[in-house]
T-cell receptor
């Protein structure tokens, strides 16, 4: 059973556009929802994270929107830049112990 | 402050062999988690060690085992290697405790099983 489902698998966005990646989770006990960015040959790096007691968190050009009742959360990248081209993973965790990752979205920002 | 390091970078083994992967946690961190990332997939949680004790395990068979040392570095051992074990193995370190702390990933070890 896949605990976290992520879509789309790949995304092409023009420079300056908005990139949107969606995730859905099953376990209502999850209490931490991070997004990771991974470049080729590197390990994932934390981009932004949210707790379920808030509906939105913004850090610079990156925003997480969280819908607890729908068990969904999404990452919005505003003013997307070619340097944002990477693979993005959503994840969910309970008590910061086991992390369940989505399958990833490969983002390509065209100049 | 040094980041998370892993060794070796790449490794090629044959089916049935055993392998040991190593991880040095970031300075000040006492928790290490290991993940398996198959090509084109997200990382899958293998297990976590907190202060030298296993603190959670994912859906992996017992031939995946680990160890954490007093300096909080860690090893991942895989016995009886299978072709499906070919993957990028990531470790992540964090400061465990009662509050949330970010985990920092190493660059991974690429294991190929022939």
């Amino acid at each position: 059973q896949q605990q976290v489902k992520q879509s789309p698998q790949s995304l092409i966005v023009q420079k300056g556009g908005i990139s949107i990646i969606n995730c859905a989770y099953e376990n209502t006990a999850f209490d931490y929802f991070p997004w990771y960015q991974q470049f080729p040959g590197k390990g994932p790096a934390l981009l932004i994270a949210i707790r379920p007691d808030v509906s939105e968190k913004k850090e610079g050009r990156f925003t997480i929107s969280f819908n607890k009742s729908a068990k969904q959360f999404s990452l919005h990248i505003m003013d997307s830049q070619p340097g944002d081209s990477a693979t993005y993973f959503c994840a969910a965790s309970y008590n910061f112990n086991k992390f369940y990752f989505g399958s990833g979205t490969k983002l390509n920002v065209k100049p | 402050e040094t980041g998370v390091t892993q060794s070796p970078t790449h490794l090629i083994k044959t089916r049935g062999q055993q392998v040991t992967l190593r991880c040095s946690s970031q300075s000040g961190h006492n928790t290490v988690s290991w993940y398996q990332q198959a090509l084109g997939q997200g990382p899958q949680f293998i297990f976590q060690y907190y202060r030298e004790e296993e603190n959670g395990r994912g859906n992996f068979p017992p031939r995946f085992s680990g160890l954490q040392f007093p300096n909080y570095s860690s090893e991942l051992n895989v016995n009886a290697l299978e072709l499906d074990d070919s993957a990028l193995y990531l470790c992540a370190s964090s400061l465990g405790g009662p509050i949330y702390n970010e985990q920092f990933f190493g660059p991974g070890t690429r294991l190929t099983v022939l």
